[in-house]
């Protein structure tokens, strides 16, 4: 038998409590801003609410998305800052409405992609990582463009698949988060401040994205409980 707090179970509860545990000892040891606590913090939340298909992932997701891509921008990552403000703001918009739309019983409908639009959008991302990471190599002050543009790109794709509810979304982000903490392990090299928080926080994403895919993957099935 689950046990459970509400509509919580205890692995939910536990790993949340125990990244935001972290967050705080971290902002506390490293004398992190409140304001980079603050995006962690509901990044965390807006993943785990994905997970169960909630609709207050795309609440919280509106405050971590402008947080999120202003420490990017003084980070000098502006193919993260383009995808924040101009795909995830209108995107979390779409997405609230998308989900209210699809619920059955109080639950999110989810559902599966066949093989031929798993190889779609494999030639997607890998085409539009290289045509944007070779853009991004002309701004002078960008750093690492190939990860950041891999990382941008794979954010799309996986919004996308997450607003039409489809459970593959979340192997993407798995490549997305191990990327992205690539990313900010390069930058907390160069001396970035808010470098291990990010770090802490992306790989509390990749382990939410494979806790994310088991249970959708039960809910497509329609098995989920």
């Known amino acids: 038998m689950r046990k459970s707090l509400g509509n919580w179970n205890l692995f939910e509860i536990a790993w949340l409590g125990l990244f935001s545990g972290i967050a705080i000892v ?3 040891i490293m004398k992190d801003t409140l304001f980079g606590f603050t ?9 785990v609410l994905a997970a169960k298909g909630n609709l207050m992932t795309y609440v919280f997701g509106m405050y971590n998305t402008f947080g ?3 420490l990017s921008y003084v980070n000098g990552l502006f193919g993260e800052v383009m995808l924040n403000l101009l795909f995830f703001v209108p995107m979390n918009v779409i997405g609230f409405f998308m989900w209210k739309k699809h619920r059955h019983g109080g639950q999110l409908a989810m559902r599966q992609m066949d093989q031929r639009g798993l190889f779609l959008v494999a030639v997607v991302c890998a085409i539009g990582s290289l045509s944007l990471g070779f853009g991004l190599s002309f701004i002078p002050a960008q750093n690492s463009p190939y990860i950041d543009a891999l990382t941008t790109v794979l954010s799309v794709v996986a919004t996308f698949l997450m607003v039409r509810r489809f459970k593959e979304q979340w192997l993407v982000y798995m490549i997305l988060n191990i990327f992205t903490v690539l990313l900010w392990v390069i930058r907390t090299l ?3 401040p808010d470098g291990v928080l990010m770090i802490v926080m992306w790989s509390a994403y990749l382990i939410n994205a494979i806790y994310g895919y088991y249970t959708w993957n039960k809910g497509a099935k329609g098995v989920l409980q």
């Open 26 to 28: 971290l902002t506390v």
């Open 39 to 47: 995006v962690f913090l509901t990044g965390v939340l807006c993943v």
């Open 68 to 70: 999120y891509a202003y």
């Open 190 to 192: 160069d001396g970035s």
